[in-house]
């Protein structure tokens, strides 16, 4: 394995222009610390913990004043990264929400390695929180966690100096499951320059709708889990503004000249039962979204599955395969 020398070219380049249910998380495997490399600190972020002994997957853990704890990230590089001398596309991939849930969540036997195999793209997973809903919140009772900041501000700079990357707008995708969908669908919108492609799996896309379920579970899921009573988007009433920015009905412009790709679950055959009453919630804000789309001429790729809130690795496939060949290819 090569090893892992910090690219200061990066910095001279531009950074471009839950869902209605806490997921369960899946356990992963990560690299052992190692101590190669030097310092690679920058952008508010300073190293504290780092695993690149092996060859694909390498981790992080970084001290920053946007967090109130020490953030983790998974990279999982493509099979020749340390051979070809080549420059890749970048898919950001974020995951859902739960007590278990981190940016472990995708390391799975089975899971993003073996999907990935042979892909000429680097994945970055990192941590979102266990209810952090991709947002600064209004409040937070337990320290700042502003994962928004964390992620926009200063992980895709992070990355682009330190990875060999197309840090353009047509060589970075987003997606995410869940609490992560709605991530996704979110940045590509406000950060509109960042991402040509967006994913939702079983993400939500209507805060508002089913007077507010979508809102108001991001504001009781990060007051219990996350932000120590505080919230997402403020109670007894919401924070309006900060509501409409990060609704993606509301942003319907924002996704134009953009890759878009959703799936989500019928509720049909679902267990337990909990998971179908999830799901129907992402189901009709995805539904509310494609109409807006459609009025719009914006094009999307939408599928609808059976079963409940949960994340479907066949369609993943699907979608890393359009992300691959819709991004600016390996060179």
């Known amino acids: 394995m090569s090893e892992f020398r910090p690219s200061r070219r990066g ?59 020490n953030p983790g990230v998974n990279v999982l590089l493509p099979d020749d990264y340390h051979t070809s001398g080549r420059t ?4 950001y991939l974020f995951h859902g929400g739960g007590t278990t849930s981190d940016f472990r969540y995708f390391d799975s036997p ?47 700079p992070w990355i682009d100096a330190n990875f060999r990357t197309h840090a353009e707008y047509d060589g970075r995708a987003v997606a995410g499951f869940s609490m992560g969908g709605f991530g996704a669908l979110k940045y590509a919108a406000k950060y ?50 900060r509501v409409s920015a ?8 924002s996704y134009q000249n953009k890759r878009l790709f959703m799936v989500a679950g019928t509720g049909a055959e679902s267990i337990p039962w909990f998971s179908a009453v999830q799901e129907s919630h992402v189901l009709a804000g995805q539904r509310e979204f494609r109409g807006l789309l459609d009025q719009a001429a914006i094009p999307y790729e939408a599928h609808e599955a059976p079963g409940g809130h949960v994340f479907r690795w066949q369609y993943f496939q699907q979608d890393l395969d359009g992300i691959v060949a819709h991004l600016r290819p390996a060179a």
């Open 88 to 91: 890749y596309p970048v898919l």
């Open 192 to 241: 509109y320059g960042h991402f040509c492609s967006v994913s939702a799996h079983s993400g939500p896309a209507s805060l508002r709708r089913d007077i507010g379920a979508v809102g108001h579970w991001a504001n009781a899921s990060s007051a219990a889990i996350e932000l120590g009573g505080g919230t997402i988007y403020g109670v007894p009433l919401w924070n309006q503004a």
């Open 11 to 69: 910095v001279l380049k531009g950074v471009g222009g839950l869902s209605a249910a806490v997921a369960l998380g899946g356990a992963g495997v990560i690299a052992s610390a190692t101590s190669a490399g030097a310092a690679s600190d920058g952008f508010g972020l300073r190293i504290v913990d780092r695993g690149e002994s092996d060859p694909r997957m390498w981790y992080y853990h970084f001290s920053t004043s946007a967090i109130a704890w």
């Open 246 to 253: 990060d609704n993606p009905v509301e942003r319907i412009p």
């Open 110 to 156: 089975g899971g993003i390695r073996a999907y990935t195999a042979g892909k000429p793209v680097i994945v970055v997973m990192p941590d979102g929180g266990g209810a952090g809903w991709y947002s600064n919140p209004v409040t937070s009772l337990v320290g700042p966690r502003n994962w928004e900041t964390f992620h926009m501000s200063q992980l895709v």
